[in-house]
């Protein structure tokens, strides 16, 4: 639980730090409000859902709310995901944002010159860096091809991977090919290891591999999913992040420039 609090405490600090640069931004008329708020928007449209459905589900298995909370919650949803990230998306594309921050900053931004997909992408790999420090505060667990490193290898291992995951991020903002490649076969690797060793494993297996306090265990107990394979939701994120980096492959691959078109003869 302190593990889950403590990464649920940095991320809304995280949000906090977010809202203050586009206020900061918004104030000041920038010309990158837009893409970054596009880009935002984009992920909350690819995320948005199972994360608003994940949160409900921990809240009726931890708070129990009651029964009108509830059902105010569950008619708030189609606000929260599609109408509010659809309604802000048609704002920030409008021609009339354009032309108000274009007049006020015209000096163009490089985040102007990254395609909504990669935006998108790179947001999806910042994601994958934060959420693996969860990991990092439960003894390290890393599926490995059929071995679940724990302590200091699995740390290393998560480590190794949120700072690649930042790599990438750093050479797809620039379009770069080889970061494309080499974050394609990172999703793959990921992918074959983590299906081969959690196949055969429950969320009771990981928890134990927590070591988890007594009072900690039997609020877990109670939970209807412990008996289920891990498997799948381990995997969504990967699903998820591979779908993108297909959708953005026609900003990395492009034609053989050198290639010359035959001329004609006379």
Known sequence: MFAYITLQVAGYYAIAGIGLLLAWGHLHLSRWVRPLMDGLIGLWLVVGLPLTLLALLMLFESKEPPAAVQIALMALLPLAY??????????????????????????????????????ILCGLLLMLAAGLHLPMLLRGPFPWFGRLLTGEDGLLALGALVLTALGLVVGLARLNQAAWRAALALCAVLGLSTALTLQRLAFADLLAVAQLPEYEKEFFSGLPFLGWHPTLLFLAPLLVLLAALLASARHFIRPDKGKTQPTGTT
């Not at 599609?82 to 354009?98: C, D, I, K, S, T």
């Not at 163009?108 to 997909?117: D, F, I, Q, S």
């Open 82 to 119: 599609p109408v509010a990230p659809l309604v802000l998306r048609r704002f920030y594309r409008g021609q009339a944002v354009a032309q108000v921050l274009e007049e006020a900053d015209p000096c163009p931004h490089w985040l102007e010159l990254m395609p909504a997909g990669v935006r």
